[in-house]
């Protein structure tokens, strides 16, 4: 078992910047890559970023790349994501996630481990 725990997630206005952290525990969890999803009121769960835990390779959806970041601290077992210049379009319940497929767009389906989600709401 995998456990995912993500924190940081609160209400800020257009244009600021937010810190996410999603601390593992676990066994194996090294072996897995670690990903962000979000997931707006009556929308599916959107990819948004992925890393392997080694921090060499990253991909981000389009729509956020250039504004957020996916990191990983190996000596803390965390994995965070820098969002900045955040749009209301942004405002979403963001998730957490260990998956086995490649380091590219991850699809929901081969999530092995998810977290419980942090709220993160973005005001105009």
């Known amino acids: 078992q995998v456990q995912l725990v993500e924190s940081g997630g609160q209400v800020v206005q257009a244009g600021d910047s937010l810190s996410l952290s999603c601390a593992a525990s676990g066994r194996s969890f090294s072996n897995y890559a670690m990903a962000w999803f979000r997931q707006a009121p009556g929308k599916e769960r959107e990819f948004v970023a992925t890393?392997?835990?080694?921090?060499?390779?990253?991909y981000y959806s389009d729509s956020v790349k250039g504004r957020f970041t996916i990191s990983s601290d190996n000596a803390k077992n965390t994995v965070y994501l820098q969002m900045n210049s955040l749009k209301p379009e942004d405002t979403a319940v963001y998730y957490c996630?260990?998956?086995?497929?490649?380091?590219?767009?991850?699809?929901?389906?081969?999530?092995?481990?998810w977290g419980q989600g942090t709220q993160v709401t973005v005001s105009s």
């Open positions: 996630a260990a998956h086995t497929g490649p380091v590219g767009f991850v699809r929901p389906t081969i999530v092995r481990y």
């Open positions: 890393i392997t835990w080694n921090g060499v390779f990253t």
